[in-house]
């Protein structure tokens, strides 16, 4: 079975790796397509699909939006569409200051504690303009305050630490329709991640089609069997079509590899053909 990987990330974002590198990789694990998301930014697009033409590998257009939902924060994944449309480019630019301004106030806190560090030192080390707390949890483990990047999460950035500075988030509504307005196929990333309860979930899924979400990631990194039949079956009964991937961030998520996840992922080259499908059904409606 060929298979696919519809969820990394690069240097664009917080993976740890170029997009040629993680095209390179790719090749190496013998994947058929790929596509780069990287969080609220398209920056790397045009590099992996140079990169992917080299390697024979199919690269999609994509991104990763960071967006709201009764007060959650939902990821929202995007496919196929235009990088350059002007109101995409637009939405990133908003979204990419208030992440710039959020920065500056998580390393302020640090410089504050005695943890030395700038976000233009974090920009120059890690070759990206796009800096998120993984780069800051990379500094903890630095300074010995953290064993892990996972660690520094825990104890220093996850919400209700001391260094934990909320995002401003679009709404899930307003990140649908940019993305549509692109021509791409809006698909909901990681949907067990966000702990709904089961009532909730189901209200949530049909909202989701309602503002024209069009997919559903039904496997990704650490889904057992269980989960994964569920998706597929939410998927059906909501007229989902169906995504997978790894979510692979190089050295910030070491347990997690491209096209395998943790071990086991196998996304079929048929979730590529069904988002194909999807998004010839949005342009002819």
């Known amino acids: 079975m060929q298979t696919i990987d519809l969820h990394t990330h690069s240097t664009f974002s917080d993976g740890s790796c170029t997009p040629t590198e993680i095209l390179q990789r790719a090749h190496e694990k013998g994947l058929a397509?790929?596509?780069?998301?990287?969080h609220d930014n398209v920056g790397g697009v045009a590099e992996a699909m140079n990169a992917g033409e080299a390697l024979d590998i199919e690269v999609i257009p994509g991104v990763e939006f960071g967006s709201g939902y009764r007060g959650r924060s939902i990821h929202l994944l995007g496919y196929l569409f235009d990088p350059d449309e002007e109101n995409?480019?637009?939405?990133i630019d908003s979204v990419q200051n208030a992440r710039v301004e959020r920065n500056e106030v998580?390393?302020?806190r640090m410089r504050e504690d005695g943890i030395p560090v700038t976000?233009?030192?974090?920009?120059r080390k890690h070759?990206?303009?796009?800096?998120?707390?993984?780069?800051?949890?990379?500094?903890f483990v630095e300074h010995g305050k953290a064993e892990s990047v996972r660690d520094a999460f825990q104890k220093f950035l996850n919400p209700?630490?001391?260094y934990y500075y909320p995002r401003t988030f679009i709404p899930l509504a307003q990140a649908a329709g940019v993305l549509r307005h692109a021509g791409g196929v809006p698909v909901l990333a990681h949907p067990f991640q966000y702990r709904f309860s089961e009532e909730e979930r189901q209200e949530w899924l049909q909202y989701c089609r309602s503002i024209g979400i069009e997919g559903l990631e039904c496997r990704y990194s650490g889904y057992d069997g269980e989960q994964t039949a569920y998706l597929d079956a939410m998927a059906e009964k909501y007229g989902f079509c169906?995504?997978?991937?790894?979510d692979f961030h190089g050295t910030f998520?070491?347990?997690?590899?491209?096209?395998t996840g943790k071990g086991s992922l196998a996304v079929p080259l048929s979730f590529l053909e069904e988002l194909k499908r999807r998004r010839e059904e949005i342009l002819h409606r």
């Open 160 to 162: 209700g630490r001391a």
């Open 88 to 91: 995409l480019r637009d939405t």
């Open 106 to 108: 998580i390393a302020s």
């Open 119 to 123: 976000v233009e030192e974090l920009i």
């Open 127 to 139: 070759g990206t303009t796009s800096i998120g707390r993984p780069h800051f949890a990379k500094v």
């Open 253 to 259: 998520k070491p347990d997690i590899d491209i096209g």
């Open 33 to 38: 397509a790929l596509a780069v998301t990287d």
């Open 242 to 246: 169906r995504t997978g991937g790894s």
